[in-house]
């Protein structure tokens, strides 16, 4: 039966990293394999400062691009006889990046976004196939914009189930295969990203549809841990969690999975494996259907948040009206929110700093509305909480909004 691997950006860093990723996948030799590799580590975040600049048009994102240029080309040399192909691949790669930059900037930031930013995932997997192959591991390397066909909702676009099912039964018969995650295709063949991080949904989407026996997801941590090692200095390894626990430590952020993977995995119960590239012999944490009532606390960090407080201009009571049209505002520059409360005179919401997008919204409400904002905050939730766990986390903290629930408290603070 198939598996699929993944292996995101921390795995495939440097040279080091990338030959160590290339022995886990050799040691799932003769196995139906589908291998879905994220941009190397910091590619993406690097290619939206080019974005960015370009849609500023105050510094040169050239600049930046030859900083990834250079990245790429130095894992390049240390990988690859100089005559290799995969010199002019990556070449090209980079000339449609170029392509977008010499046009004049159309007002479309998603969109351009979409066309620079997905070249990251191209560019890795075609390095790794191409080492791969090089270690006469020969595989077939399968454009996922061939395959992940999705609306043209740029930057997070949704994926269109029956088309995908039917691209992916249809073009994937040989294994092993290796491809992109995060990226996808319009029916107009564009580019599509489907969300930060979202190379684990596309191994998730790729399992439901090949009924995969299981994912397994390589980490620079042990598995699934209580709480995030960057920002925690005890940490334990949660060693099995059902699918529904997972999709909750997902959904307040825990980076470690992202949100949307869980639901195709849990629909076939499919399992997923949480691994250490770093530590092979580790067992890792299990995500599959059975329940555990192992109710520790668990300690998810959200960072870059912004509180946003919306009232209305003459004091009145927020009314419903007000809220739809906030709603609509969020829903037309996409932006989620991460917690939310009202009182008599106002509702905050808290939500992801979007460079792009917070200044637009912002400028949009204070049309209507007083609108006061703090920048830089941090999203602390804690599941299954405690009088203990709670002090943990707030102590020294100033905390800007608090929400209980039964199982779940979140605390905003600088
Ligand atoms: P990828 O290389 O696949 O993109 P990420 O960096 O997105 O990997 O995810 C791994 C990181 O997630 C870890 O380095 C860790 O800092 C963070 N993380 C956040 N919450 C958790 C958690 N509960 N357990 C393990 N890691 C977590
Ligand atoms: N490369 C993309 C990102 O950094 C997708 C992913 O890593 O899952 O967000
Ligand atoms: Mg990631």
Redesign the pocket.
């Given at each position: 039966m198939t598996k699929v691997l993944?292996?995101?950006?921390?795995?495939i860093q440097d040279v080091g990293s990338i030959k160590n990723v290339v022995s886990i996948i050799q040691s799932f030799k003769n196995q139906k394999l589908v291998v879905v590799f994220?941009a190397i580590?910091n590619v993406t975040n690097m290619l939206e400062k080019v974005v960015y600049e370009f849609v500023k048009q105050d510094s040169n994102p050239l600049v930046t691009l030859n900083q990834i240029k250079e990245l790429h080309h130095n894992i390049l040399i240390d990988l690859f006889e100089k005559e290799h192909i995969i010199f002019d691949t990556v070449n090209n790669l980079f000339l449609e990046i170029e392509w977008v930059l010499e046009e004049e900037y159309n007002n479309e930031y998603s969109y351009n976004y979409d066309q620079i930013v997905s070249v990251g995932e191209l560019l890795s997997t075609n390095i790794l196939s191409a080492y791969l192959e090089l270690n006469d591991f020969s595989n077939n390397l399968l454009d996922a914009r061939d395959v992940f066909k999705t609306d043209n909702q740029y930057q997070s676009a949704k994926i269109n189930w029956e088309l995908t099912d039917k691209c992916i039964k249809e073009k994937i018969k040989d294994f092993p295969v290796v491809t992109q995650g995060f990226i996808g295709c319009t029916s107009e063949n564009f580019t599509t990203t489907l969300g930060r991080?979202g190379?684990?949904f596309t191994a998730a989407v790729l399992a439901n549809i090949l009924n995969a026996e299981k994912v397994i997801?390589w980490?620079?941590?042990e598995?699934?841990?209580?709480?995030?090692?960057?920002f925690f200095s005890e940490?334990q390894l949660i060693k099995q969690l059902s699918f529904t626990d997972a999709i909750e430590?997902a959904y307040y952020g825990?980076?470690?999975i992202h949100p949307k993977t869980i639901q195709p995995l849990k629909e076939k119960k499919i399992p997923l494996h949480v691994r250490s590239f770093k530590d092979v012999n580790k067992s890792g944490t299990i995500i599959n259907s059975e329940i555990n009532n192992n109710k520790k606390p668990?300690y998810?960090v959200k960072e870059n948040q912004v509180l946003i407080s919306i009232s209305d201009l003459d004091l009145s009571f927020i009314i419903e009206e007000h809220l739809s049209y906030i709603f609509m505002l969020l829903s037309k520059f996409n932006i989620t929110i991460n917690l939310m409360q009202n009182s008599a005179v106002s509702f905050s919401i808290c939500v992801d700093n979007h460079n792009h997008k917070i200044p637009l919204l912002i400028e949009e409400l204070s049309k209507k509305f007083s609108v006061y904002y703090n920048m830089d905050l941090n999203l602390y939730t804690i599941r299954y909480y405690d009088d203990e766990s709670i002090s943990k986390v707030i102590s020294d903290k100033k905390i800007f909004l608090e929400q209980k629930s039964r199982n779940t408290v979140q605390f905003i603070t600088s």
């Open positions: 993944k292996f995101g950006g921390a795995s994220s580590a991080e190379s684990d997801i980490k620079d941590v598995g699934v841990l209580n709480a995030d090692p960057r940490t430590l825990a980076k470690v668990s998810i």
